[in-house]
């Protein structure tokens, strides 16, 4: 920090903090005593040195600067330019050019330029008119004409009374009266006598107004064809009916409900940031483009007070909601990139994101190319996100039942339909939602209990294994790989495509993936597999798509979060938990996935997939979807010669004979710190017969000796004796420890790793 003698008057702030810095002295008088608690004084006005102490005046303050050995300041003359510049420039001709690109109003509205907006107004006139015209429809003949026909007498009656009174001069007769009252004969005569011949001409206009009237009248009834004497009573009615409405009752009922400063004004605008608190009274907002319809919503651009920005906005949210009298799920901010002050607003007509985004285009396409964006969801306003999973890992947050595992599923079945994207697929709760996937999955596993001699979590680790080896593998091979088929060192569509290079593009998909990250025996091992690969395999065309529901440091640690290039948070508890998915200073950037209701299923915040951050509302593809599509998939696949793995059948070959360590690992209980041999055999045999069946026969001690035996190797020791068993023969048994089982592991995989 620049040191800064600090002097000057103790002076009192300014009843209107502006606080501008009007001048800045590069000379200054003597220092006065300086104070000793800040490095920083605005002090002294404007004003004649001599005049300076008591003399301030709001709003004329000038920030001292220390004095200055720099000789080019000798000479500078309070007031004037601190730093003029040299030589000043006119601006280029495309500087000019670019400012007037930027200033410049585009002919159309934006709507009437975009396809998709251009089909969304469209779609919603034809919605709006329709509905109205079918609302006053039936009415006509139900509502509107009994009423007309029952308020008809009273128009009839208000009418001919109407015609009396103007026959009979009744406006005047006020007047004529209070001649009466002030005994004024003059003007009673004049009156009276005007009276008298208006009613005569009256009378005579009355009387042929209605010889007329009842001769058309008999000739309609005689002569006319039925449809001009219907025509002519239903205007009849319609007229008296009118006429005899009562007033405050309307007799159209309203088609559309008018919801409450429906209208958005400027005024609306500016009463909104009185009351979130971004302006004052000396500062207001600004409008530098009109308020315009924009789809189903409003467009309001506005450049807040000097130095607020859209952080302020952002933190004013919901009061800015408040002010405008909408849900705070209507409005929706952008940073706007020509300045810091200005914001873009869009306030949607009603809640755009409990509207589903409908199902997954995915069901009506053949295949797709993986390589290609491809349609995930729509945003706000109803226009396509398209995305890509290529060079990059995504990670999934939300509580429960939001539509984590349906997002993600998407994204899934999407390389599915890519014949050549090889798929390996876990769930960690082993819920019905992946469970079609073995129809395509080159590896695949569901929850981690151990069954029918299967343990899922020891599938993941060789899976993972495997994919490690393979992506350093690849690093070697692309570098290796001649120039005229891998001009850049990286993989491209036809090196994927080509079965002999095996370098398919991969999606590694973990669901629930904070089940596996907190086994007590190989949640690090797991955990350690999966920073590798987010972190390096992406580059060579493996992405890794994890989703949790439990983003904390515990269940999914911040060593393995920050390593995702792309978030996507669905509802969350707080506005904290969005940062944790969703990347600290998320919220300050507008992003907060807490804001999302119960009610917006598969609805989220998609951060760093492209460089704009925004909402999807996924697309549905429920379980029958998403096993149509895997049909198709895995049909797509055997016709190409690409279905792989255990979709095909194959056993996995990292099956190694040190599975025992696994095996063991499987049947310890989470909080079983020590557990006896006996124990651990009969448990083996339960897990796997076919293998452990034989030590479960055998007697007594002989159990604990072949445990023994085959964990010998790996340097585990059972003989150990911890204790005395309920039978009081404990201390002749033996037993194993979870920490060796879990050292040895460690020790194996990293031997197999380095391998
Ligand atoms: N895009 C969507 N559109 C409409 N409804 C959806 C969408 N995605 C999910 N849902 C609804 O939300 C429900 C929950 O979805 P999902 O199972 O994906 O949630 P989850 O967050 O994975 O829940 P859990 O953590 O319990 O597994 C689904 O049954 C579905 O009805």
């Not at 003359?77 to 400012?99: A, F, L």
């Not at 792309?566 to 300050?588: E, I, M, T």
């Not at 029958?624 to 010669?641: C, K, N």
Request: aromatic share 6%; charged share 25%.
């Amino acid at each position: 920090m620049t040191e800064m003698d600090l002097s000057g008057p103790p002076v009192e702030a300014p009843e209107e903090k502006t606080a501008d810095v009007v001048d800045i002295t590069t000379k200054r008088p003597a220092p006065p005593a300086p104070e000793p608690a800040s490095t920083t004084a605005l002090v002294a006005p404007a004003e004649p040195e001599e005049t300076a102490v008591g003399a301030v005046k709001p709003g004329e303050w000038e920030a001292e600067l220390p004095d200055t050995e720099d000789p080019e300041a000798e000479g500078l003359t309070e007031g004037g330019d601190v730093d003029p510049p040299r030589e000043v420039y006119p601006p280029s001709i495309s500087e000019w050019m670019e400012v007037r690109d930027k200033a410049r109003q585009p002919v159309f509205p934006e709507w009437v330029k975009l396809p998709d907006q251009r089909k969304a107004v469209r779609k919603w006139a034809v919605r709006h008119y329709s509905a109205m015209l079918g609302y006053h429809a039936w009415r006509l003949p139900c509502v509107y004409t009994p009423k007309l026909l029952a308020y008809s007498p009273r128009g009839a009656w208000r009418w001919s009374s109407a015609v009396g009174r103007w026959v009979f001069d009744a406006e005047g007769r006020a007047l004529r009266l209070a001649s009466v009252l002030d005994e004024d004969a003059g003007t009673y005569l004049k009156l009276s006598r005007q009276r008298d011949n208006r009613v005569r001409m009256r009378s005579v206009i009355a009387s042929v107004a209605s010889l007329v009237g009842l001769t058309v009248a008999l000739l309609l009834w005689v002569m006319a064809p039925t449809w001009v004497l219907a025509l002519a009573l239903t205007t009849l009615t319609t007229g008296l009916g009118l006429a005899g409405a009562p007033t405050d009752q309307p007799l159209i009922d309203r088609a559309k409900v008018t919801f409450r400063k429906r209208r958005l004004s400027s005024d609306i605008v500016i009463r909104a940031h009185e009351v979130a608190k971004l302006t004052d009274k000396g500062q207001t907002i600004a409008f530098p483009r009109p308020i315009g319809r924009d789809g189903d919503g409003w467009r309001v651009v506005v450049d807040l007070p000097y130095g607020k920005h859209f952080e302020d906005a952002v933190k004013a949210h919901d009061r800015l909601a408040s002010g405008m009298d909408i849900a705070p799920t209507q409005l929706f901010m952008d940073k706007d990139e020509t300045s810091g002050r200005r914001v873009s607003y869009w306030i949607a007509d009603r809640d755009p994101l409990a509207v589903p985004s409908g199902k997954s285009p995915l069901l009506g396409a053949t295949r797709v190319d993986f390589w290609k964006p491809f349609p995930w969801g729509v945003d706000e306003r109803g226009n396509p996100v398209m995305v890509t999973m290529l060079w990059l890992s995504l990670l999934v947050g939300a509580v429960p039942r939001q539509g984590k595992t349906f997002s993600a599923r998407t994204i899934a079945l999407a390389a599915a339909l890519d014949p050549y994207v090889r798929l390996i697929v876990f769930d960690g709760k082993a819920s019905p939602d992946w469970r079609s996937f073995t129809k395509v999955a080159h590896r695949i596993g569901f929850g981690i209990v151990p069954r029918d001699g299967f343990d899922p979590v020891m599938r993941l680790i060789d899976a993972l294994m495997e994919l490690k080896a393979d992506v350093e593998d690849r690093y070697h091979r692309l570098s290796e790989l001649p120039l005229h088929i891998c001009p850049e060192g990286k993989l491209t569509p036809e090196i994927s495509r080509d079965k002999k290079l095996n370098m398919p593009l991969t999606l590694v998909v973990v669901d629930e993936v904070q089940e596996y990250l907190q086994h007590p025996t190989h949640g690090k091992v797991i955990l350690d597999l999966l920073v590798y690969l987010v972190r390096v395999a992406p580059a060579v065309g493996v992405s890794v798509l994890i989703s949790t529901q439990k983003p904390d440091d515990t269940a999914c640690p911040s060593v393995l979060r920050d390593q995702h290039q792309a978030r996507f948070s669905l509802r969350v508890g707080s506005w904290q938990v969005s940062d944790v998915v969703l990347g600290a200073g998320s919220y300050s950037e507008g992003l907060d996935a807490s804001k999302l209701l119960k009610s917006h299923k598969g609805v989220g915040l998609l951060k760093g997939m492209s460089d704009d951050s925004g909402i999807v509302r996924t697309y549905l593809a429920n379980g029958r979807d998403a096993d149509a599509i895997l049909t198709r998939a895995r049909a797509l696949r055997e016709a190409e010669g690409t279905l792989t793995g255990d979709a095909a059948g194959e056993e996995s070959t990292s099956r190694s004979a040190d599975v025992i360590l696994d095996d063991v690992a499987a049947v310890l209980g989470r909080s079983e710190d020590k557990v006896w041999s006996e124990t651990v055999v009969d448990r083996l045999a339960e897990y796997n017969e076919a293998v452990y069946g034989e030590w479960a026969e055998l007697e007594g001690r002989a159990k604990a000796d072949q445990l023994a035996a085959a964990l010998k190797p790996y340097g585990i020791t059972t003989g150990q004796v911890w204790g005395k068993a309920e039978n009081g023969k404990g201390a002749n048994r033996r037993g194993i420890e979870r920490q060796h089982i879990i050292d040895a592991i460690t020790q194996r995989n990293k031997k197999r790793g380095d391998s």
